[in-house]
């Protein structure tokens, strides 16, 4: 059997940097530099640690037992799923769409699989969680739990349109690891089963509590739990990718260029069409959109489109707006975790006009460019006084400021 991942055994002595749940905590001890450079979008990557409370504090299958029983869970937030299939919606969900708590335990208990999706979305540490990997990847995060019963399996061998972190949580599961039958799969290149062979066993091992396996979109994988009811969180990294870049590429050069708005041929649809008459032409399109394609800006229209729909995740939001009136020098402040921003220069005009705007949670914020310094030093400074503040804002300027960035869950009040 040929090994293609990379299994690694990691010190007991490890813990969790101040519940920050950060990315580079999620892979230890294998480094960001190291993951970016020899496993993501190239093979699977197996860390083991010997350390079975390593990621408990992120979830818990108590947690699970509350979300399920009490939370009003809805389709498609939860899907209960046995290898065979034989579970449909309407085993677990009343007519409104809820689902019935029971009935997902019944199922449960009768060996089905329970996936709750998005429970970032209800779960302030997922959501804390998926905020670090964010500001690493610069693409969406999203959670999907799996509870499986002891020797029971969810889905059969098959691949995912995005790369995942399996972080296991609670008891044991078997991973299989195939070919990749379509490498870097598109979101319209799904696996079909029917049509998609799944080739040769490479790698088998089992994941115990701590453990977090890294699987690349395309290669072909299942699992299976134990003797144990086996919980983890299959984190999904909802990257973009340069074919969707070189899509918005050509619409914008289209914009500009009349070349790339010329109607197909005519007759192209005919049978006796002759497609290779217009490869040239086509060739020159693809050598004006490399020269035109403003790759600099392009990017930062999807740094602005992550950013627009980056919404707030501010836990403790209104406790902050009480401790805005006690604010002095001395109070301590810090940048949200996690935070992504953008700051932009506006020119107006006349001079009195420009402004600075601050990109975040999908919403712009204008400022004077005369506080430019002391906001960069309140965005990027881990933790500081307000007296400390750089610029030239006197105390007063410094707290008309912080107050507001406070408001807008930006930062926070130590």
Same mark, same amino acid.
């Given at each position: %059997?040929?090994?293609?991942?990379?299994?690694?055994?990691?010190?007991?002595?490890i813990?969790?940097? #101040?519940?920050?749940?950060?990315?580079? !905590?999620?892979?230890?001890?294998?480094?960001?530099?190291?993951?970016?450079?020899?496993?993501?979008?190239?093979?699977?990557?197996?860390?083991?640690?010997?350390?079975?409370?390593?990621?408990? @504090?992120?979830?818990?299958?108590? @947690?699970?037992?509350?979300?399920?029983?009490?939370?009003?869970?809805?389709?498609?937030?939860?899907?209960?799923?046995?290898?065979? $299939? #034989?579970?449909?919606v309407?085993?677990?969900?009343?007519?409104?769409?809820?689902?019935?708590?029971?009935?997902?335990?019944?199922?449960?208990?009768?060996?089905?699989?329970?996936?709750l999706?998005?429970?970032?979305? +209800? /779960?302030?540490?997922?959501?804390?969680?998926?905020?670090? /990997?964010?500001?690493?990847?610069?693409?969406?995060?999203?959670?999907n739990?799996? %509870?499986?019963?002891?020797?029971?399996?969810?889905?059969?061998?098959?691949?995912?349109?995005?790369?995942? /972190?399996?972080?296991?949580?609670?008891?044991?599961?078997? !991973? =299989?690891?195939?070919?990749t039958?379509?490498?870097?799969?598109?979101?319209?290149?799904? &696996? #079909?089963?029917?049509?998609?062979?799944?080739?040769?066993?490479?790698? +088998?091992?089992?994941?115990?509590? $701590?453990?977090?396996?890294?699987?690349? +979109?395309?290669?072909?994988?299942?699992?299976?739990?134990?003797?144990?009811?086996?919980?983890?969180?299959?984190?999904?990294? %909802?990257? +973009?990718? !340069?074919? @969707?870049?070189?899509?918005?590429?050509?619409?914008?050069?289209?914009?500009?260029?009349?070349?790339?708005?010329?109607?197909?041929?005519?007759?192209?649809?005919n049978?006796?069409?002759?497609?290779?008459?217009?490869?040239?032409? &086509?060739?020159?399109?693809?050598?004006?959109?490399?020269?035109?394609?403003?790759?600099?800006k392009?990017?930062?229209? &999807?740094?602005?489109?992550?950013?627009?729909?980056?919404?707030?995740?501010?836990?403790?939001?209104?406790?902050?707006?009480?401790?805005?009136? @006690?604010?002095?020098?001395?109070?301590?402040?810090?940048? =949200?975790?996690?935070?992504?921003?953008?700051?932009?220069?506006?020119?107006g005009?006349?001079?009195?006009?420009?402004?600075?705007?601050?990109?975040?949670?999908?919403?712009?914020?204008?400022?004077?460019?005369?506080?430019?310094?002391?906001?960069?030093?309140?965005?990027?400074?881990?933790?500081?006084?307000?007296?400390?503040?750089?610029?030239?804002?006197?105390?007063?300027?410094?707290?008309?400021?912080?107050? =507001?960035?406070?408001?807008?869950?930006?930062?926070?009040?130590?």
């Amino acid at each position: %059997m040929v090994i293609s991942g990379v299994a690694i055994r990691h010190a007991k002595d490890i813990s969790m940097p #101040n519940n920050d749940y950060s990315f580079d !905590w999620a892979i230890a001890p294998v480094s960001r530099e190291d993951f970016l450079k020899n496993s993501f979008e190239k093979k699977h990557l197996v860390i083991r640690r010997n350390q079975q409370d390593y990621y408990r @504090d992120l979830l818990s299958s108590t @947690d699970i037992d509350h979300v399920v029983t009490t939370m009003g869970l809805y389709t498609p937030e939860i899907n209960v799923t046995k290898a065979d $299939g #034989n579970i449909t919606v309407a085993d677990y969900t009343y007519e409104s769409g809820y689902i019935d708590p029971v009935r997902v335990n019944q199922l449960f208990a009768d060996g089905a699989t329970v996936i709750l999706s998005g429970l970032q979305e +209800r /779960l302030p540490k997922l959501a804390r969680f998926c905020r670090a /990997l964010e500001s690493v990847m610069s693409s969406r995060v999203q959670t999907n739990i799996y %509870m499986t019963p002891a020797n029971s399996q969810g889905f059969r061998a098959h691949y995912d349109q995005h790369d995942v /972190l399996v972080l296991q949580l609670e008891g044991t599961k078997e !991973w =299989r690891i195939y070919d990749t039958p379509v490498e870097l799969p598109l979101n319209t290149q799904g &696996f #079909n089963p029917h049509d998609v062979p799944i080739g040769e066993e490479t790698d +088998r091992f089992i994941l115990e509590p $701590g453990d977090m396996v890294y699987v690349p +979109r395309g290669l072909t994988h299942d699992a299976v739990a134990t003797d144990q009811t086996s919980l983890h969180i299959t984190t999904g990294l %909802m990257v +973009r990718t !340069w074919a @969707d870049l070189l899509a918005e590429a050509v619409n914008v050069v289209a914009h500009s260029d009349p070349a790339f708005r010329g109607a197909l041929p005519v007759g192209h649809a005919n049978s006796e069409f002759d497609a290779s008459a217009y490869q040239d032409q &086509f060739a020159d399109l693809l050598k004006r959109l490399a020269e035109q394609a403003p790759l600099e800006k392009l990017l930062a229209g &999807f740094k602005q489109d992550f950013l627009t729909n980056r919404v707030p995740r501010v836990e403790g939001q209104m406790a902050q707006i009480y401790k805005l009136n @006690d604010l002095d020098g001395n109070s301590t402040i810090r940048p =949200r975790p996690h935070l992504i921003y953008d700051l932009a220069h506006f020119k107006g005009d006349e001079e009195k006009d420009a402004s600075i705007g601050l990109s975040c949670y999908g919403g712009d914020i204008s400022f004077p460019p005369h506080v430019e310094e002391p906001l960069r030093y309140a965005l990027d400074t881990p933790e500081y006084k307000i007296s400390d503040l750089a610029g030239q804002l006197d105390l007063e300027g410094k707290l008309v400021l912080v107050r =507001r960035l406070v408001r807008e869950g930006i930062l926070e009040v130590v």
